[in-house]
């Protein structure tokens, strides 16, 4: 079985730019949530789908947004990069909401200079 | 208060030791509790879950769940040097967002 995947898998933009990360979840996962990793923290909360529509948002600008297609995988875009931008983009897959097991994608290691 | 700490690391073992981790909790809530582990430049790795009160053990890798206390713990067992990692804590209380503790290190040493 395919694990979560998550392309692509380093990402280097420029300030100003606009950048697209796409994840495809578990086969028979419905679920997919995005998170942000900044190095020496644990992943922060920006979305979560769940058959196609958005169930929730974390703290995150609108500069960050997200869409679910009806295969049930993910694309997160942010507009106008910022250095503080730069992270570890993690793609998690479940089955339904967070009373489930989530797993990870390899994540999207994002550089903004 | 963060809604989720975990104690401060790095935490460095002796090889066939056991490692102790351990998380507290803000929202009384919570529902769901999770243990991640993370080697450095990767992704995190789901090893246990635990919902309700008491301990709950996988191979070398025991949670343990105090809801009145507010408290998750995970112990490693019989530590060995691929344990050395940075775990994380997770904890929902809804249906859609997880909220992790920023990670303690294990270190362990042959």
């Known amino acids: 079985d395919a694990g979560v995947t998550q392309s692509p898998t380093h990402l280097i933009k420029t300030r100003g730019q606009q950048v697209t990360l796409r994840c495809s979840p578990i086969?028979?996962?419905?679920?997919v949530s995005w998170y942000q990793q900044v190095l020496g923290q644990g992943p922060q909360f920006i979305f979560q789908?769940?058959?196609?529509?958005?169930?929730g948002r974390g703290n995150f600008p609108d500069r960050f947004s997200a869409r679910q297609f009806p295969n049930y995988s993910s694309e997160l875009n942010v507009n106008a990069l910022l250095l503080g931008d730069s992270a570890l983009y993690l793609c998690?897959?479940?089955?339904?909401?967070?009373?489930?097991?989530?797993?990870f994608g390899q994540g999207t290691r994002l550089t903004v200079v | 208060q963060k809604e989720v700490e975990q104690n401060s690391g790095p935490l460095s073992v002796p090889e066939g030791a056991i490692a102790s981790l351990n998380c507290t909790y803000s929202?009384?809530?919570?529902?769901?509790f999770f243990w991640y582990r993370q080697y450095s430049g990767k992704s995190p790795e789901l090893i246990m879950s635990?919902?309700?009160?008491g301990d709950k053990e996988d191979g070398r890798f025991t949670a343990q769940l105090n809801k009145a206390s507010q408290y998750v713990s995970l112990l490693i067992r019989d530590s060995q040097p691929s344990d050395s990692a940075t775990y994380l804590c997770?904890?929902?209380?809804?249906?859609?967002?997880?909220?992790f503790g920023a990670g303690t290190t294990v270190t362990v040493r042959a």
């Open positions: 789908y769940y058959e196609k529509e958005e169930r």
């Open positions: 086969s028979g996962h419905k679920s």
């Open positions: 997770a904890v929902s209380s809804n249906d859609y967002k997880l909220s």
């Open positions: 929202d009384r809530g919570s529902q769901s």
């Open positions: 998690a897959s479940s089955q339904g909401g967070f009373t489930t097991e989530a797993f």
């Open positions: 635990i919902y309700s009160n």
